[in-house]
């Protein structure tokens, strides 16, 4: 048995609403369910409950590097340039654009300095 796909990518957050504006208002994902420590959002409400789930709790530590990256696909350049624009806007921190052969990369921070 192979993996299908990837189901779900869950991790902690020091601030639960910042991060739900984060990924709500500014990745424009579709809030699908929550509870007081805990958020989950889906791209395609519709087939998937979710792709994201956020939750309280994460460590204090300054430099935690508890996550590498979190990669999305968006349907095209025009939509990465839009993001690059909004997340300099935010003040949000570009890493880098990269070009990865096969697809075009736009690295940035999200407000609690998680790559996406």
Avoid at 3 to 14: E, I, Q, S
């Amino acid at each position: 048995m192979a993996v299908m796909g990837l189901g779900h990518v869950g991790y902690y957050v020091k601030d639960l609403e910042v991060m739900k504006d984060f990924w709500g208002n500014f990745m424009g994902m579709t809030l699908t369910k929550s509870s007081e420590g805990a958020a989950f959002y889906s791209a395609n409400p519709e087939g998937v409950d979710h792709e994201i789930a956020i939750m309280q709790g994460r460590p204090e530590a300054d430099d935690s590097h508890l996550i590498q990256q979190i990669s999305l696909r968006v349907e095209s350049l025009d939509n990465v340039r839009d993001f690059k624009r909004r997340a300099i806007e935010k003040g949000y921190k570009i890493d880098r654009l990269v070009t990865h052969a096969s697809a075009i990369g736009l690295y940035f921070r999200d407000p609690e300095g998680n790559r996406v």
